[in-house]
């Protein structure tokens, strides 16, 4: 009888295949014969691993949008002046937020899904509130709130508008919704 395997890296495998899964077909288009093909691993490894493809795909965008949060939070943090915080959420937009180029198509279906399904609301919740959080050491909650939202907008425009708008446009629009 052979040996079983020694994968001990198949679990966090599995959920990045899951997230490449998603940005070349969408979440509608993810299912588990595809993941598990993407990871190399047996389809029985799937239901071993996950109970179902919700809790895959809740663990998939949770790693996510910890990775976005990380950049965002990273990038904000370095700041130390209004000055800064300006530099920094254009180079969130125009850089950090896009830095693959699965990021955007991750973003929009981690929402779309998001806004179907209760249950992955409080994945975005949970990375919105600490994107807030890195923005409240130099604007109140409030503030926070709202930069955060311009932040997120800017990105998707930028990402999807063409011709691409400029650093010096997006500079102008944050230092415009900060005076």
Do not use: C
């Amino acid at each position: 009888m052979a040996g079983r395997r020694h994968d001990p890296d198949r679990r966090s495998r599995i959920i990045d295949s899951a997230l490449a899964v998603i940005a070349e077909n969408g979440v509608a288009g993810t299912t588990h014969r595809k993941v598990a093909r993407h990871a190399d691993v047996p389809l029985g490894s799937m239901t071993y691993h996950f109970a179902d493809l919700d809790e895959l795909l809740r663990e998939a965008l949770t790693r996510y949008a910890g990775r976005i949060s990380e950049r965002y939070t990273e990038r904000i943090t370095a700041a130390s002046s209004l000055e800064d915080l300006v530099a920094a959420i254009v180079d969130l937009v125009h850089h950090d937020l896009g830095k693959a180029p699965d990021d955007l198509v991750l973003i929009l279906e981690l929402y779309t899904l998001a806004a179907r399904v209760p249950a992955f609301r409080q994945i975005t919740h949970d990375w919105m509130q600490q994107s807030r959080q890195a923005l409240e050491r130099f604007v109140d909650t409030d503030t926070a709130y709202d930069v955060d939202a311009l932040i997120e907008g800017l990105f998707i425009h930028t990402s999807l508008d063409q011709p691409t708008r400029s650093r010096a446009s997006t500079e102008r629009a944050v230092r415009r919704f900060l005076s």
